[in-house]
């Protein structure tokens, strides 16, 4: 059975704080997304990577930053939490870009 | 930037009717998927159709593309209460890795 896990279920953090959001894949999948979703905007892609050490920018990449050092993690990285970043975070992995196989979110809380 | 509109923004019907969304997009697509999330959680693909098909069969889901329209329907016929869920249509057009570009939902609720 396919999976993709994400860290936390739930995060609370202070503005300010530098926060790690890591999402694992068990499936040898190249491809590997960070997207937000927010009531009334559906999921926007923050970051994308197809391969190790690759990323690529994705509809609103500002204030965030990715890193994939191995195939199967892909981290998101918030430099300084801000409240405007409250949101929930989904990650994805990908055998090229068809299907995609989401973790179960991670609902982050920026006070 | 949003590519897919769906409509309507929710859908209540009653156990054993048939639910119809419909998904919109503005630019030329390769494929057109449909996802499902249930409340609080992760989305599930449900199913994918590609710019050359017209209609795509998979169980009680019935999906048809116009591409002349740019629009995708999605029917689920005989709801059940474990139908409740939103449902987002993705698309991608191609030509590499890409992300998905998501729209903003359809909420179902099936009454029993």
């Known amino acids: 059975d396919v999976k993709v896990t994400q860290s936390s279920r739930y995060l609370v953090k202070r503005t300010g704080e530098k926060v790690f959001l890591e999402c694992v894949q068990d499936m040898d999948h190249e491809n590997m997304f960070w997207y937000r979703q927010d009531p009334g905007l559906g999921l926007r892609l923050i970051y994308f990577?197809?391969?190790?050490?690759?990323?690529e920018k994705g509809d609103i990449p500002e204030g965030y930053s990715v890193s994939r050092e191995k195939k199967e993690r892909f981290s998101l990285i918030l430099e300084s939490a801000s409240t405007n970043q409250t949101s929930m975070y989904l990650c994805a992995s990908s055998f090229r870009v068809y299907e995609q196989y989401f973790g179960p979110g991670t609902r982050l809380t920026v006070t | 930037s949003q590519q897919g509109e769906e409509d309507p923004q929710a859908l209540s019907i009653q156990e054993g009717e048939n639910a119809t969304m419909n998904c919109s997009y503005k630019?030329?697509?390769?494929?057109l998927q449909w996802y499902r999330q249930n409340s609080g959680r992760g989305l599930v693909h449900l199913i994918l159709i590609r710019s050359n098909e017209r209609e795509k069969h998979s169980g009680r889901l019935r999906v048809t593309l116009d591409t002349s329209k740019k629009s995708s329907s999605l029917l689920i016929t005989a709801s059940r209460a474990a139908d409740t869920a939103s449902y987002f249509c993705a698309t991608d057009s191609g030509g590499g890795a890409d992300g998905l570009t998501f729209g903003k939902g359809t909420h179902l609720i099936i009454q029993p």
């Open positions: 990577s197809y391969d190790v050490k690759m990323k």
């Open positions: 630019t030329s697509i390769n494929n």
